[in-house]
């Protein structure tokens, strides 16, 4: 009985990873959105697995999404920092990780987020993307100066 | 038509896309295809769109300058920068106190006149009826810009003390009924007996057209400047259309 309990203290929640992209330190709770900013819905090849609210020393708990045989480029992770800005990201290579870095607030989001103002010209059949400069008070939509203050991860496309 | 008035001025003319029926935007072609288009028959293009941002779109697609003539609810600057030189003629802008009456909200002058507003270090009195207030996103920028706004329930609470008195358009279809209408339009109407308390130098300003908002006997009164203030769109589109196409 002792054994067992020992064997799940220590055991993975979700096991290690051979190739691709670790994306520890989320916020506890965000990992479903950071899957949503990334684009991963489940019809993507990729294998995906999710821990939420691990116990966590610095964070109190903390959400780890494991991306197998895909490698996040930095346009990619950087969106993440927006819902968890502590979020680290380790490129994983053969079990080893071979690069860490944090995520960095962009300056600009493109075709990520949908202008919550319905007479936003980027709410029509218009080719272009959403655009939002990154300001310090919010998104500013850079077509109509609507400015998003708030429940950020509902206006995600 | 000013725009058209201040081309036909400067020696050069101008294409209208008139009716929207008219063109090919009926068809169902996007904005951005409509300004590749015009872009290969004109020098400049002026657009006044339903959509707010359509201007910055058009900029985007344009290979030749584009002036935003108003869009949507957002911002209306070629009225803004005649607003600006109307008042100029008659004081100097810095530290005035401004009222603005009547929709704050989707009234596309009013946003554009206090965001430039906030650069000469102006007070902004507001009056609007309820719904219809200022956008709070545009008020919280203002006030970052360190602009001091003060809202008003009552236009005879501050008629005594503003500069300029700025009156813009309450529209019919912002409100449920007819009566409700003109039961709020009533209490937000300018008339000679309201300005009988106003400053000597105050000026009464619109950016026309006018319904009821405006009394016809403050036509006559030295206090009116809305027909002299349209007439100034002319030289000051005129100005705009010269320093872009140069």
Not at chain 2, 78 to 93: C, G
């Amino acid at each position: 009985m002792k054994k067992t309990e020992t064997t799940e203290n220590e055991g993975l929640l979700v096991r290690r990873i051979k190739n691709g992209t670790v994306i520890d330190h989320i916020d506890g709770g965000e990992a479903l959105n950071v899957v949503k900013i990334l684009g991963i819905t489940g019809t993507t090849q990729e294998a995906l697995s999710i821990a939420t609210n691990v116990p966590s020393r610095n964070m109190g708990c903390k959400d780890i999404v494991k991306l197998t045989n895909r490698e996040l480029s930095k346009e990619e992770v950087d969106r993440i920092a927006l819902i968890s800005p502590r979020a680290t990201i380790n490129i994983i290579r053969n079990f080893k990780v071979c690069e860490k870095k944090g995520v960095e607030i962009p300056t600009l989001i493109v075709g990520l987020v949908r202008c919550p103002n319905p007479g936003c010209i980027s709410n029509t059949n218009e080719p272009i993307q959403s655009k939002f400069n990154v300001l310090p008070k919010g998104l500013h939509c850079f077509y109509c100066d609507w400015v998003i203050t708030k429940d950020l991860t509902s206006h995600i496309i | 038509m000013s725009f058209e008035s201040a081309m036909a001025r400067l020696g050069g003319t101008s294409l209208s896309v008139g009716s929207v029926e008219a063109c090919s935007i009926a068809k169902g072609e996007t904005l951005a295809d409509t300004i590749r288009v015009v872009s290969g028959y004109a020098d400049a293009i002026v657009i006044r769109h339903p959509k707010e941002g359509a201007a910055r779109l058009a900029a985007e697609f344009a290979t030749v300058p584009v002036i935003n003539a108003g869009d949507g609810a957002g911002q209306h600057p070629s009225q803004t920068l005649l607003d600006l030189y109307t008042i100029r003629q008659s004081m100097p802008i810095d530290k005035i106190d401004v009222a603005l009456i009547g929709d704050l909200r989707y009234g596309r002058t009013a946003h554009s006149l206090a965001s430039a507003l906030s650069l000469y270090d102006a007070r902004l009195h507001t009056i609007s009826p309820k719904g219809l207030e200022l956008p709070a996103t545009l008020a919280a920028e203002l006030s970052d810009k360190g602009m001091e706004i003060i809202e008003h329930d009552d236009i005879n609470e501050v008629i005594s003390d503003v500069d300029v008195l700025y009156v813009t358009r309450i529209q019919r279809e912002r409100f449920p009924d007819s009566a409700s209408y003109f039961n709020v339009a009533s209490n937000y109407r300018i008339t000679p007996e309201l300005l009988a308390g106003a400053r000597k130098h105050l000026i009464v300003l619109h950016p026309l057209p006018r319904v009821d908002e405006i009394d016809p006997g403050v036509d006559e009164l030295p206090y009116a400047r809305y027909f002299e203030q349209s007439r100034n769109g002319v030289p000051v589109r005129m100005a705009m259309l010269m320093r872009v196409m140069q």
